[in-house]
């Protein structure tokens, strides 16, 4: 079989990059961002053209400018990023960097990035992996390994489960550029009024937030117990899976051979959320949120808590964008009963593609953007969680973040999806069957999750027989 | 003589098929291709993220596959669902505007050009457009129904049955003048003679449209309802921008799961086979439709 399909796609591709650009554009307004970035690299360009054109006075040999593409999304701290992009134009001048930026969510995201990478489009050097394409990409031959270029002594720098998301069959694809997992953000001035204590427990969550709602209604009839991201997509995937989790539930058994939805502890979890959580604590407007909508009531203050991942923290506690700086509080997710609790992990890597003809600046790049100090700066200047054991203990890191503590004890129990090249096509199966348990009242979880359990357990028997 | 005309007839078709190159080309390419492309491919198991697999050719089991699937079976009805309701309410609301537009009265040129902007706007951006008229947070609907006095708005995408409803409104939106124009054709070939003989004959408004109107008009909107569903049968980018296929299925249209299955599962079979099916059900609908088209004209010719 010719691979001539992967031409005949070229142009559905640029269809759905234009589709995905208008979806990307209206989703958020800061336009002026993207403008931002358009202009350093435009800077950028001028700039090391100016030097490439200059021919070294001393060698007398002119040096070669290399550009490499970096494929990641548009930042949510972008002035952070210039800084750093600006730091490495002037150590490396002959490299210079152009941003191709991609969609915010990650499968529109992953459906652009595999387009190229499925053409061994050259124009790709380097991208940002979220740690569940790590099976997919690796098995595809999609991403170039790293086990040359990233010495075990370099490796022992980085917080050993962060390296563990970038491995797959004995090899290494990805540096960790941070660590990610659920955390639970609550109004830490309606709890100290209300002399509660974070919950431990969800049954615990839901009896504060009914306390504190009712003694709120006169004056804020607008706030609502939680808000989390419950809409068809990727996260829905998080979101169930820590409720399962902390029920001691699993998706599908830990040798990845059945799937086990119609668990009873699975069930269990799933009715919780069911008739707890979505339309009792939340609004029913939880089934349409994504993580750009679900912080919103949050940071307008009219959730007491909040599921997210930690940039949340940022976000609000920024007094231009949130009306409650000030006044939050993250710890662990609760559990369920005496069990402890679940997240899920998230998390991006920085990889290269086995298709760049510039690996090795491209490894450079990657080497100055995971260094410690940059991990210091993009931990200060942009919150981020560093993956570098010596940074996340650093004074002055855990000063100007002190959610990293609890984000540490989080991230290392914390679960994974299930690790398998044919990941996105299980990742469907169980969205479309957390999103109809929630969405429809009248639906029948056993048959459902039955169904689901059938469809994933024949793509893992696919999946089986590739061994 | 004959020898002369007949080199004149061949060198004519020769010419003729010179012209027609183009645009023979041109579909080849475009619409043949593709077509055939898909169909090849649909033939083969092919999961991107698994090469060890290989690329076996596994004759029509992707199709046995899709007619077993139930998640295929559910796209197949929300797409056959948006095609009859949202052809029916385009086809009614066209014929009210073109009836409207037809009707001499001034700035009927403004009213006519007004009426096609929904149909100019590019479907990705009137999809956005619904997206955000009915968000939870800042919609317009929202505001509109309760004002700002409400602690908290209905979050219309949240629930399966009026998620599927805003884009059947966001389709007879957008494409109802599109019916229209097709229509005003048709009323424009009306004879005036006819209104004029009726009105002698003391027709009233409603007899003059049930007994002139409609029935010349037939193949006109048989037309249109050619088109329209054809077109919404395919219908992508509605579900894909505004809901991406959720609340529980509810607005996963069959495009939209051989989408997902080819670009975000990676299984290029299944998936064109899904893109296949939608190219025969439009085919064979169409063919039904033109059977009907066909011998409609034919009894007004005899």
New interface residues.
Partial sequence: MARHYQHSFDSVHCVLSLLQGIRGTFCDWTECARLKTALLICVLLLGSSAIAGDPDGQSGEPVRTVTLRFVSWKADHPRAWDEAFARFAETRPHISIVRELAPHSSTAYHDLLTQKLKNRDATVDLFFMDIIWVPEFASAGWVRPLDDLFSPEEQANFLPAAMETGRYGGHVYGVPSRIDSGMLFYRADLLAKYGFTPPRTWPELIDQAEVIVGGERASQPALRGYSGQFKQYEGLVCSMMEFIGSAGGRLITADLQTSQLADPVNLAAVDFVREQIVGRIASRAVLTYQEPESVVPFIQGNAVFHRNWPYTWEVANDPKRSRIAGHVGVVPLPGMADRPPATALGGWLYAISPFSRHQREAWEFIEFLSSAPLQRHFALAAGIAPSRAAILQDERVLEANPHFRAQLAMFHGATARPRTPLYPAISNILQRYFSRALAYRDVNLVAEATQADIQINRLLDVGRSAR | MTKSVAKAMSADHAAAWWMLAPALAFTLTLAV??VI?SFV?SL?R????????G?P?VGLENYGALLRD??ARQAFLVTAGFVALSTALELLLGLCIALVIHAQFPGRGWVRAAALIPWVI?T??AS?MWR?IFN??YGLANLLLFGDRV???I?W????GIAFLIMVLADVWKTSSFAALLILAGLQLIPDELYEAARIDGANLWQRFWHITFPLLRPALLLALLFRTMDSFRVF?LA??M????????T?VLQLYGY??M??????GYGSAVSVSVFLAIFFLSLLYIRAIGSRLLERNA
């Fill in positions: 291709y593709p492309a491919l083969y092919i999961i991107l993220s698994m090469p060890a697999l690329e050719f139930p998640t590019p990705a951006v956005q955000y939870d947070q602690a908290e708005y979050p995408f949240a629930s399966p980018d894909f921008v809901t991406q296929g959720g609340p529980g299925d509810a996963q997902k299955a670009f975000t599962e990676g299984r290029m």
